[in-house]
């Protein structure tokens, strides 16, 4: 059975630092997708990795992929407070039919 | 935004009743899924479907059913809601192995 786990639960950041959240999965997976919610809101694609070694950067985010390891990071530069929100992880369970096992998920919180 | 609306918003029910949740997308892709969001959990999927009358069960399927007569519509049924069904629900669609993009989420209390 697929797990993924994402750590920290919680993180409280200062603007202008760096840090990072990890996702790590229990079994073999092409894909693993990073999504960004807002509290009361829909959740919205941030990045998706679909190969090892792979790596995607968006503004001030940058996520990476080692299916080796079975791990992923999103990494955050110099944050905002406009970073502030619910970060997910989720793999593909496999199969033709794209089911996504999600993380817990991050609650991250930019403090001015 | 993909564009994917779900019906109703939000609702309050009593438990023992049925209620049916509806996804509608205007994207035509094959893929639709149910999730449900709940604190501490994630997102944990409880129906997909893969076409007109094609579904499967996902991780949480007791207590619900799903049902999909057209492309662009997949009704999430509780047969008789309860408590512990209280929770935000979540539409999402994809192309074949490709992003799921989610609804804008309906929020159920069951009380």
């Known amino acids: 059975e697929l797990k993924v786990e994402q750590n920290p639960l919680f993180l409280s950041m200062q603007e202008g630092k760096n840090y990072t959240i990890y996702c790590n999965y229990s079994t073999t997976s092409d894909r693993l997708y990073w999504y960004r919610q807002d509290p009361g809101k829909s959740l919205e694609s941030l990045f998706v990795?679909?190969?090892?070694?792979a790596v995607k950067q968006e503004g001030r985010l940058m996520a990476s992929l080692d299916t080796k390891a079975r791990l992923s990071t999103l990494h955050i530069t110099a944050a905002v407070h406009d970073l502030s929100a619910t970060y997910f992880c989720a793999v593909d369970g496999g199969g033709a039919t794209n089911k996504l096992i999600f993380g817990t998920g991050t609650l991250l919180a930019v403090q001015p | 935004d993909a564009g994917i609306t779900q019906s109703p918003r939000h609702k309050v029910t009593e438990t023992g009743t049925p209620v049916t949740l509806r996804c509608h997308q205007t994207e035509n892709h094959r893929y639709m899924y149910w999730y449900r969001q709940d604190p501490g959990h994630g997102l944990r999927l409880i129906h997909y479907s893969y076409g007109v009358k094609d579904t499967d069960k996902g991780e949480v399927s007791d207590g619900y059913s799903v049902s999909r007569s057209k492309t662009e519509d997949f009704l999430l049924t509780l047969e008789s809601a309860t408590s512990s069904q209280t929770s935000v629900y979540f539409c999402?669609?994809?192309?074949?192995?490709?992003?799921?993009?989610f609804g804008p989420g309906t929020r159920l209390t069951v009380l």
């Open positions: 999402a669609i994809s192309a074949f192995s490709d992003t799921q993009y």
């Open positions: 990795l679909l190969s090892n070694g």
